[in-house]
């Protein structure tokens, strides 16, 4: 225990400070896997995995009953009986080992003298503050837990494919809704199980139109039930489903077609094929395309309804129900279960590779953040060309047997959508939030009675100050609880409602920086917009705020098992 530190055990901080002469306040066996020294300022360091030599401290006069989880083969345990800890002389830091307060100033040392002083702190079974450094004087964690964390998320997905997930799911889940599309009408939902029923339809349809395991299938729809269903049904069969940005030119289609080597190309109606069609010669792959729109499906070779390859599928799998099963079941956790392309900023769209592997254990550090609602209520509407839109449209709702509604237009059905759905959880870039912001300040920008304008200011300034109250290392006042109880239930919830927000307890955001006005306009309505940060190459977010640990302003910490490296010149 670190003096004039706090005194964390168990990752839970008893938020006092031990000064000279003070008595123990808290005293229990530390899994030193665990053990954490807060650093004043809410960021605690934990013990490095190869320090072989931290001490278990026991009650006066007590003995040790277990083995302590976490336990490397050198450490020892100290019994101490009625020692003072905290009126020990400074010289002694942590149970004679070096003083932890003046390894953190290893960072700032001249170079030669950092090396000899860290191999001196490292032979002393100490860490500089339990991170370990590297060249320039930057730091990274390296603690257990995250080695601990990673084998455990990856222990609970070992073997298992995204075909493993939807039979489990359609199973646990089968009378549940799954997707709701609709075209100008009424909601047409379907369960878990006839997704799954339906999925595996189509796996056998594209067996039967020739497609080889490993061979890509092209998708160029808008988010739709047909979309994901081809997608899952491509997997099934053993192929890649590749969806296209429904944007790109024929120039970039015939570009990318021919870079994954298309054989079977899923296409929405006129519009696609105006694109493709004249490209056609420039991929000799391609030995199929299927149109959704039965008025703009072309007659004869190569092309095919959407209605007349259904009807293929299913007297397939109806003739050879086990083709599938076995296809699907030699499919392996490195097998990819998707390609997508980057937006090319750099020159001609660039391939990546996402396996079923990452794929699931971005599901399970979702899971291990909170920040995944079971049977969440979801409005599906970014291309599912982006990561972010695939994980929570396909992915995220087949492991948390969600219930997904389909926008075709973003740009003329988002607003209608939200209110119909009334979603549990909300995905935006920053666009879409400067957007809803811009709205929402027009309207109230129109309210005529200055009563009412100066009633919904003073409203939102005590929902900005709660949110910015409640972030990590903060805590509201019952006074300023009590004021935003009152100002939600008056004010600020009816606003959200009117919003289509009213039951969303997830907002997040991606793809670019939130700026930090737009996060505080909308904590003045009681919302907290959680930033995340990542990539396709990482299967989406490595770095997420959560709702019980949020800062405005940043993107949160690194998900489980997840290490990050910033390099002298600022990359990540």
Not at 297 to 315: I, K
Request: proline share 5%.
């Amino acid at each position: 225990v670190q003096r004039d530190q706090r005194l964390p055990a168990d990752r839970i901080d008893v938020g006092q400070r031990v000064g000279r002469g003070d008595p123990a306040e808290v005293v229990r066996v530390v899994d030193d896997g665990r053990e954490e020294v807060g650093r004043g300022d809410d960021s605690p360091v934990r013990a490095d995995p190869d320090h072989g030599g931290i001490v278990t401290v026991l009650d006066a006069d007590d003995q040790v009953r277990r083995r302590v989880l976490g336990d490397q083969p050198r450490d020892g345990r100290l019994q101490l009986t009625g020692r003072d800890l905290a009126g020990t002389a400074a010289a002694a830091g942590v149970l004679g080992k070096p003083d932890a307060r003046h390894a953190c100033n290893v960072a700032t040392r001249p170079r030669g003298q950092r090396l000899r002083l860290s191999v001196a702190l490292a032979a002393a079974g100490v860490v500089a503050c339990g991170r370990a450094l590297f060249p320039g004087g930057r730091r990274y964690a390296v603690t257990i837990d995250v080695l601990q964390q990673r084998a455990e998320l990856e222990n609970a997905i070992k073997g298992k494919t995204i075909c493993d997930h939807l039979a489990q799911t359609a199973q646990k889940w089968a009378a549940e809704p799954a997707f709701s599309d609709r075209d100008g009408g009424p909601w047409q939902t379907i369960t878990w199980a006839q997704a799954r029923q339906q999925v595996l339809e189509l796996a056998a349809g594209f067996v039967a139109l020739g497609l080889q395991p490993g061979e890509r299938v092209a998708l160029m729809l808008p988010n739709r039930v047909e979309h994901v269903l081809a997608d899952l049904g491509a997997v099934h069969a053993g192929g890649v489903p590749v969806t296209f940005y429904v944007t790109l030119a024929a120039g970039q289609i015939a570009y990318m077609a021919a870079d994954c080597d298309a054989r079977i190309a899923v296409l929405d109606g006129t519009a696609e094929l105006d694109r493709w069609q004249p490209v056609l010669d420039r991929l000799p792959g391609l030995k199929k395309i299927i149109v959704r729109d039965p008025a703009a499906c072309p007659a004869g070779e190569p092309y095919l309804s959407w209605h007349d390859f259904t009807a293929l599928s299913r007297a397939r799998f109806a003739a050879a129900p086990g083709t599938v099963e076995q296809l699907a079941g030699r499919l392996t956790p490195d097998d990819p279960v998707t390609l997508l392309y980057t937006s090319g900023t750099t020159g001609n769209p660039k391939g990546v590779i996402i396996t079923h592997r990452s794929v699931l254990y971005e599901l399970m550090t979702t899971n291990a953040s909170g920040n995944l609602i079971p049977h969440v209520r979801w409005v599906s509407y970014l291309p599912l060309a982006h990561i972010a839109e695939r994980m929570l449209t396909i992915y995220l709702p087949i492991h948390a047997g969600g219930h997904v509604h389909f926008c075709h237009d973003a740009s003329t059905e988002l607003v209608a959508t939200i209110g119909a759905v009334k979603p549990t959880s909300f995905f935006g870039v920053p666009r879409v939030w400067e957007k809803v912001q811009a709205g929402i300040q027009a309207l109230l920008a129109a309210e005529q009675d200055p009563g009412k304008r100066a009633a919904v200011d003073a409203a939102m300034n005590t929902g900005r100050r709660y949110i910015e109250s409640c972030q990590f290392g903060q805590s509201a006042t019952d006074d300023l609880a009590a004021a935003f109880r009152q100002a939600d239930e008056s004010i600020l919830r009816p606003i959200r409602l009117l919003l289509g927000l009213g039951d969303a307890e997830v907002l997040l955001s991606a793809g670019a920086p939130l700026p930090i006005e737009v996060a505080a306009f909308f904590a003045g309505l009681g919302m907290k917009i959680l930033d995340v940060y990542g990539m396709t190459e990482t299967t989406g977010a490595f770095t997420s705020n959560t709702t019980a640990a949020f800062r405005l302003g940043t993107v949160g910490r690194a998900v489980a098992g997840t290490e990050i490296t910033i390099t002298d010149d600022g990359e990540i």
